[in-house]
């Protein structure tokens, strides 16, 4: 008998040891599942670097003095020495401005090269940095290298078809505040 409550005693602690070998192991198991699962999870539902609007359109001109008076007197664009400024609210938050910018740049210009478009369009994008690094590995040309400004970051890129791009991480506060001290009006 002793041998046998020897051995149910042996059984039972080695019971106790299996029972939690096995539970430490589904613990680290669950724990390492689980934590892949919320790594997925969070890697799906972080936005990709993007567009998110329009920042400027920029297009090449006879005289472009001339063409923001017109523009003025015919359309009634409030005009500046750079073009026109339309200021606007962001669909996330209303009580947020944003801005696009619209110039006429004259003929001659360089900045639209080495494109030799008549026109450049600025894009507004969320986090630049990310939004470059992405592009250079899909192999699209980025012309230079991130500007950083008081009211954002700019980056230019040249499309399938060559047109050169404006990359724009803006910063809308400190763009209102250069346009105040500019004593620019907006177009709302």
């Not at 920042?55 to 073009?83: M, Q």
């Amino acid at each position: 008998m002793r041998v046998v409550d020897g051995c149910l005693v042996s059984f039972t602690i080695n019971h106790t040891i299996m029972k939690k070998t096995i539970f430490t192991t589904l613990a680290f198991t669950a724990t390492f599942a689980a934590g892949y699962a919320l790594k997925s999870m969070n890697a799906v539902q972080q936005p990709a670097a993007k567009v998110t609007g329009i920042g400027g359109i920029f297009f090449k001109c006879k005289d472009p003095k001339a063409l923001r008076e017109w523009y003025k007197v015919h359309l009634g664009f409030e005009t500046n020495s750079y073009g026109s400024v339309f200021e606007w609210r962001q669909g996330g938050d209303s009580t947020q401005r944003g801005f696009t910018q619209w110039s006429p740049f004259n003929e001659k210009t360089k900045y639209f090269e080495p494109s030799t478009k008549e026109f450049m369009i600025n894009y507004r994008v969320a986090n630049l940095e990310a939004l470059v690094e992405q592009l250079k590995k899909e192999g699209v040309t980025v012309t230079d290298k991130i500007e950083s400004v008081e009211y954002g970051k700019f980056v230019h890129i040249i499309d399938l078809e060559g047109n050169k791009l404006e990359l724009w991480e803006p910063n809308d506060v400190e763009y209102h505040k250069m346009g105040v001290k500019m004593g620019s009006k907006t177009m709302m």
